[in-house]
């Protein structure tokens, strides 16, 4: 029914205050989006141990004319950046395990290996010192960051945070 007095405060179905992002499951549901993202993960996690394994036994596989000063060079940047993309896929796959759990710091911790692992993966590319699948693994660990931090997955992480929060206090 319409007030006779106008205020900033009106009846629960006006249109232009209803909440934006409405539930549409009940709260015990793992939202789409963390589905998703977790396998994507895992995927990519075990792409990223495949590729760091390569990259590290490989070897030098360029000009045999050149110095062997510049193939130890090679040899050596390969090694490194192999390991650090196995080591990565690693504890990107252990870390991703604890996501549908909800926690707030297994999900910065695993955005921070993310990004380190992106833009390494994408110097690497730049420069030569890898192939292309470094840039494909970036692109992915790009979009899974984008999807991890989706407003219904933030919604199911806070949920579930808070829920152990307060059991904990208890």
Not at 85 to 94: E, L, Q
Request: aromatic share 8%; glycine share 8%; net charge neutral.
């Amino acid at each position: 029914m319409p007030s006779m007095f106008p205020s900033p405060a009106t009846g629960g179905d006006d249109i232009n205050r209803r909440p934006l992002n409405e539930p549409n499951a009940d709260a015990t549901t793992i939202p789409t989006a963390l589905k998703v993202v977790f396998w994507m993960l895992f995927a990519t996690a075990a792409f990223m141990i495949f590729t760091g394994l390569v990259m590290y036994t490989a070897g030098y596989t360029g000009p045999d004319d050149v110095d062997e000063s510049y193939k130890a060079v090679v040899v050596n940047n390969q090694e490194f950046i192999g390991g650090i993309n196995a080591f990565a896929g690693i504890v990107i796959a252990a870390l991703t395990s604890q996501l549908p759990k909800g926690g707030k710091n297994p999900r910065r911790l695993l955005l921070a290996i993310m990004l380190l692992v992106l833009l390494t993966d994408l110097l690497s590319f730049a420069t030569r010192a890898g192939g292309f699948a470094l840039a494909i693994i970036a692109v992915l660990l790009a979009l899974e960051a984008l999807l991890m931090f989706r407003p219904a997955v933030n919604d199911h992480i806070d949920r579930n945070y808070m829920a152990r929060v307060m059991n904990r206090e208890k």
